[in-house]
């Protein structure tokens, strides 16, 4: 749903030509997700050309195996074994296509659980995020899809890497992406401290911060806001600021492992402070002194950000239903330019006769086969549907 989607996209952005095949008739399941999965699809769909084709029927199957005999890559995303039922494993489409990158995305790689069924929840459940983010007995998922997504960009890393490999072999190769392995590598700081330091890490709720000044602060205004303070020179400067200077000549409080451990000593007065400003000139102090801060914004807050509405921070989509919106680009820049929109979001099928086309398909084959069910094209009989580009 989002693991696979996000290494296309991801691919599609960087200039890639995506070809997202999706069963016939009604397209990917997330195209019809409300709720917490309504931005599934349009998020992760953006400069791919969708082709509709029933896999299980013989024209439907050979559109698709002629589409990968011409691919550089083939990403899935489906439980293991699946595409191996249909003729489309690995095994196969090397033999058929040895240049081919064949990148699998699963629960898990290779080891125990490997035939296992898995979704985020899961692997943050067994992984050890869930009870890094949650109080004790209270495990909490993080509340966005970390690891299919970073799952889907470890993905997008292996395929261009074996794509330079290719460059100089002329071989192509299998590579794989898993969720709880990218959940494993999330929590290994935290694996490593019980190795650094003999003790276990505590959830993020009860733990000791690496940091003196790290916390929420209640504003005059009802609002919060957090603050870092992560070195010396900071400290400082934040106590000359704020008019707490009587600190820093605590003996106690002279280096950032002091302060750690005398928090009881500042951190009334500090919030005393805050409580004192509305959160407009807390945040403009904590700027002027150059401190890590930041208001608790919520997701729909950001279409108003003006740092993420700078030029190139989001491109125009236009959803489903016909309404117009804006969507993150990747956080990535060259030269200074962010990455834009090629194709908006595709309407199912709707680009499959013109994929079919550029396969060298003929008009009467294309009718005949949307005629019998074995390929989606949006309404559109014969004639290719439009590409919509936005600047």
């Given at each position: 749903m989002i693991m696979g989607p996000s290494c296309g996209m991801i691919l599609a952005d960087l200039g890639a030509d995506v070809v997202k095949i999706e069963p016939y008739?009604?397209?990917?399941?997330?195209?019809?997700?409300?709720?917490?999965?309504?931005g599934f699809f349009p998020t992760f769909n953006r400069n791919k050309r969708s082709l509709v084709l029933d896999l299980k029927s013989k024209d439907g199957k050979d559109a698709a195996q002629k589409l990968i005999d011409q691919a550089d890559v083939l990403i899935e995303n489906f439980r293991p074994g699946a595409l191996d039922k249909l003729g489309f494993g690995y095994d196969a489409q090397s033999a058929s296509n040895p240049r081919l990158i064949y990148c699998s995305l699963k629960g898990f790689l290779s080891g125990p659980y490997e035939h296992r069924a898995a979704l985020d929840e899961v692997v943050q459940m067994m992984g050890g995020l869930a009870y890094m983010t949650g109080p004790t007995g209270r495990p909490l998922r993080a509340g966005a899809s970390v690891n299919d997504v970073m799952g889907g960009m470890f993905a997008a890393i292996a395929i261009l890497a074996a794509l330079q490999e290719r460059s100089m072999t002329g071989r192509g190769q299998?590579?794989?992406?898993?969720?709880?392995?990218?959940?494993?590598f999330l929590v290994a700081q935290h694996m490593l401290q019980m190795a650094v330091t003999g003790k276990p890490a505590a959830p993020l709720p009860e733990r000791i911060s690496a940091w003196?000044?790290?916390?929420?602060?209640?504003t005059a205004d009802?609002?919060?806001i957090f603050v870092g303070v992560v070195s010396d020179t900071q400290w400082v400067a934040f106590c000359t600021a704020l008019g707490l200077e009587k600190f820093l000549d605590n003996p106690d409080l002279q280096t950032n492992a002091d302060r750690v451990l005398h928090r009881a000593d500042f951190m009334p007065d500090i919030k005393a402070i805050f409580a004192a400003m509305t959160l407009k000139d807390a945040l403009a102090r904590c700027e002027?002194?150059?401190?890590?801060?930041a208001p608790i914004a919520k997701p729909?807050?950001?279409?108003?950000?003006?740092?993420?509405?700078?030029?190139g921070g989001t491109v125009?989509?236009?959803?489903?239903?016909?309404?117009?919106?804006r969507v993150p680009t990747l956080p990535i820049d060259f030269n200074g330019e962010r990455l834009g929109l090629r194709f908006d979001i595709p309407r199912c099928g709707e680009h499959s006769v013109e994929v079919l086309r550029e396969l060298g398909y003929a008009k009467a084959d294309i009718d005949r086969m949307v005629v019998e069910g074995s390929v989606g094209c949006d309404g559109n009989r014969g004639e290719p549907a439009p590409l919509r580009k936005l600047a």
């Open positions: 008739p009604n397209g990917d399941n997330t195209r019809r997700l409300n709720g917490s999965g309504a299998l590579v794989r992406s898993a969720l709880f392995e990218n959940n494993v003196a000044v790290y916390d929420l602060f209640d009802g609002e919060q002027e002194i150059g401190l890590p801060f729909q807050d950001l279409f108003d950000d003006p740092h993420v509405s700078q030029p125009d989509v236009v959803l489903p239903n016909g309404t117009p919106t």
